[in-house]
């Protein structure tokens, strides 16, 4: 029986957002179902509907974020940032009073625990409020003139333009807002098309975008990716793709986009991170860090820890347990009290993850924990797979869902010869005590991935350190300070230091005639 406080009503959204109008939609609709169960025979629910809007309504969205840019001369790319800054403080009062609808939504559609799903809420809260006061200490630092050489320089930050900007069903808010708060601060504007999953959830916020930008600005639109975002990349008058989700997708975006060379590309993309545990590492704490490493969310974060390497005179010990430990996660829905392993949102996942599970086995690997792939109607639940070799597929791909290999290792050199072999470089989790075997490690491992973590998990967090990767795993760089950088581009205002120039500088200063030659401090 679900408590009452959890019951869901299906939520049919009639409109989608272009031009600051919600427009109601005459068309077909895609029905959003979750695969948690509301009745005793197990069958999907439907939580609502959504337009499936096509080619037509994606260029009409793409027609107004063009005319609101302007070639430049937008309201809102013109904007003095102070105003720029009360619109999204705007938007952010208005976001705070929908957490409750979000996050029911949340659970239903992707399975997110309740904790996870408030969390995720709030981190969100708290990044568009951290943009905020980066972008403050952004503009003070450019509030000034640099002279060299007898030229007066201003130097602030602008626009790129035109922003397509496509989320992530794992993280849905949270990674959507990652892309849209900065591109949308330092004067860009954008089209959002939410994921498969988790597009619903974005329902509720949508009058607040219209209320709180000016027209055109923020356009979010419903339908399929190859059915609405690749007529809109084929125009080319997309400058920013701003993407988290899988190569495939970004390659074929970009390949859509007619001119390559000036397109800009904020990508977050798969990874294959792995925990390194030495001999000498706290089992403790590493099983305890890996558990949650692999299994947070089922496995399904791109920060998700998706091989386990594990020293050879350790490794019995380490399976024996850490397998221990998982079997005593708790499966169960989403608001259910101390619950671990929750349904997955993909129904094709569980069949997915058993095919990796069964050409393990097939080529030499052993199930290791006892409950390791029993299956429900929407549910696999975690295999620990061992020993790994190259060979398999759970050691080649990025599982994203609840299955752990276990490589053993003797020689140090062999994981990172695989590292540096492999087509991901995202983070990396390093388990050990010895200062002398850490620290030429981590001098190695930095210059394979972007984040090493010490006796810990990896993740994105906290938002004000650097999110990126080599190779396959991104482009571009996500945080607080670096995402504001990644979605503008260095311009200024140069003059020779002369009195008829001077003159002029003092007056537009004086007169505050320009929004862009300002030393306007903003508290």
Not at 210 to 227: A, L, M, W, Y
Not at 338 to 349: A, S
Not at 393 to 408: A, H, I, L, S, W
Request: charged share 25%.
């Amino acid at each position: 029986m679900i408590p009452k406080e959890f019951q869901i009503e299906p939520l049919h959204q009639t409109t989608y957002l272009v031009n600051g109008e919600l427009r109601e939609w005459k068309g077909a609709y895609d029905n959003v179902y979750s695969t948690i169960s509301s009745t005793k025979e197990y069958q999907p629910t439907l939580v609502g509907t959504v337009p499936h809007l096509g080619k037509e309504e994606a260029l009409e969205a793409l027609e107004a974020a063009c005319n609101a840019y302007n070639k430049g001369k937008g309201v809102w790319a013109t904007m003095k940032v102070k105003d720029r800054i009360l619109s999204l403080e705007k938007f952010l009062k208005q976001m705070q009073t929908k957490r409750e609808e979000v996050v029911k939504l949340m659970m239903w559609e992707i399975g997110k625990s309740l904790p996870d799903s408030y969390k995720e809420f709030d981190r969100t809260i708290e990044y568009i409020q951290d943009t905020i006061e980066e972008y403050k200490k952004l503009d003070h630092d450019s509030a000034k003139f640099i002279k060299r050489d007898g030229v007066y320089a201003h130097i602030r930050r602008g626009p790129l333009g035109v922003v397509l900007c496509l989320g992530p069903y794992n993280y849905p808010l949270n990674e959507a807002f990652a892309l849209l708060i900065p591109a949308l601060i330092m004067g860009n504007t954008a089209i959002y098309k939410p994921a498969k999953y988790g597009v619903l959830l974005m329902a509720p916020l949508l009058e607040a975008f219209r209320d709180c930008f000016p027209k055109g600005v923020i356009n979010v639109i419903f339908g399929r990716g190859r059915e609405i975002a690749s007529p809109i990349m084929a125009t080319g008058r997309i400058d920013v793709l701003a993407l988290i989700g899988n190569s495939k997708s970004a390659i074929a975006l970009q390949d859509a986009h007619p001119n390559k060379n000036r397109l800009r590309l904020v990508l977050g993309l798969e990874a294959k991170n792995p925990a390194i545990i030495l001999p000498n590492a706290d089992m403790e704490l590493t099983i305890n860090e890996c558990i949650s490493g692999s299994l947070s969310f089922n496995g399904q974060r791109c920060t998700a820890l998706k091989i386990i390497y594990v020293h050879e005179s350790i490794k019995d010990t380490f399976l024996q347990k850490f397998s221990q430990k998982v079997d005593e996660l708790k499966f169960g829905n989403p608001w259910e009290k101390d619950v671990k392993l929750t349904p997955l949102p993909e129904v094709e996942k569980p069949n997915y993850i058993q095919a990796l599970i069964d050409d393990a086995l097939l080529k030499g690997a052993k199930i290791q924990n006892q409950k390791g792939g029993e299956r429900t109607e929407n549910f696999i639940f975690p295999a620990v797979l061992s020993p790994i070799t190259e060979q398999m597929r759970v050691y080649k791909e990025e599982q994203f869902g609840p299955v752990v290999p276990v490589k053993t290792f003797a020689n140090i050199d062999e994981i990172i010869d695989e590292m540096a072999r492999s087509n991901y470089g995202q983070q990396v989790s390093l388990f050990g005590k010895d200062v002398y075997e850490l620290s030429p490690l981590i001098d190695n491992l930095v210059n394979l991935v972007c984040r090493v973590n010490l006796n810990s998990q990896c993740q994105r967090g906290p938002d004000v350190f650097p999110f990126t990767g080599r190779k396959d795993s991104a482009v571009g760089t996500l945080s607080v300070h670096d995402a504001l950088r990644s979605f503008s581009i260095r311009t200024f205002v140069a003059s020779k230091d002369n009195a008829s120039n001077n003159a002029i500088l003092e007056d537009l200063l004086q007169r505050g005639a320009s929004n862009f030659i300002s030393t306007d401090f903003i508290l």
